[in-house]
Structure formats: structure tokens, C-alpha cells
């Protein structure tokens, strides 16, 4: 099914499959966390990362909650845009040796995830709110305020942190 199937007729419709477009997101990103953390040389960038991992389960059990709660099954809809950026990830750090250049390839990698992520986030806490769901809202919120947070963690490792400043010097 396309973003803009035939199957989606109306704003729930839209909701729902927007619900497992992020859930299958979300489930690819527990998949590719670990190799981050295990290309990741600074430290501080592989705890955020093992930190992220965990939330990351947690963002899935509440997109349970939120599909249990709106009485719809739980189920993975195909998402090309994270395949994508997953993907585009595997290739530029497969391609980089010096480890300080990759910390700051893998910094702008996880940034890439989390700005998509806070996209559908901030969509479905909308659309909740407009189908009436506050419920949801308030649980779908709780993902995009850590997505946030992550995103400005991500921030401070590669500016204040010294990432980017480290793979500059090489």
C-alpha cells in the first residue's frame, strides 16, 4: 500500500496507516542501533545511542498502547523513507575509516532518523487530537518529546561534545 493508497479514505484511515508506517520505523531502528553503537568510537556518542536503543523499545510499546487503544491490530506498514535513510547510513559508514569523520557520519545519520521521526510524531499527536483521541495524543506525545530531546542530545555530542571538531581536525 502507498502513502496515498485507495485503501485510505479518510483521517483515521490516514492515521492508522501513519501509526504502522512509524511502528515499522521504529522497529527497523532497534535493528540498526547496535551496529551504530558498535561504529561508534566517543563514548558519550555510544551511550546516547545504547540510551536511544531503550527508549526506542519503549516508543514501540507505546505504539501498542496507542493501537490497542484506537482498537486497530498492531501491524508494520512498510516505510521507504527510513529503509532509505538506513540504508544511505550503511553505505557512507561502510565507506569511512577514520573513526572521528565516522562519529560525525554517524551523529548526522541518527539526526536524519530523529528529524523523521519527530515529523510523524508531530503529525499523529495533530491528527489525534482532531479525531478526537487525546488519549493517544498524550501517548504519542511522550515519543516525539524524547525524539526531541535525543535530537538536542545528538546536538551537544557533535558541537559542544567535540565530534565534529575532532573529525575536522584529521
Known sequence: MGFFSKDISTMDDLFVHTLRDIYYAENQIVK???????????????????????????????????????????KQVRCPAIDG????????????????????????AAQAVEHYEM???GTL????????????????????????ATDKKLT???EAGGVNSMAAAE
Request: contains cysteine.
Open 125 to 148: 499527536v495533530a491528527w489525534a487530537k482532531q479525531l478526537g483521541r487525546s488519549d493517544c495524543a498524550a501517548i504519542l506525545q511522550q515519543n516525539l518529546d524524547e525524539e526531541e
Open 32 to 74: 540498526a542501533l547496535p551496529k551504530m553503537i558498535d561504529k561508534a568510537s566517543d563514548m558519550t556518542l555510544r551511550q546516547g545511542f545504547e540510551t536511544h536503543l531503550a527508549e526506542t523499545k519503549t516508543h514501540i510499546s507505546r505504539l501498542e498502547q496507542v493501537f490497542e487503544m484506537h482498537g486497530v491490530q498492531a
Open 119 to 121: 515529523t510523524r510524531y
Open 156 to 158: 551537544q555530542i557533535a
Open 85 to 108: 535513510i538506513i540504508e544511505e547510513t550503511n553505505e557512507i559508514t561502510g565507506e569511512i575509516d577514520d573513526k572521528q569523520v565516522l562519529d560525525a557520519a554517524l551523529v548526522a
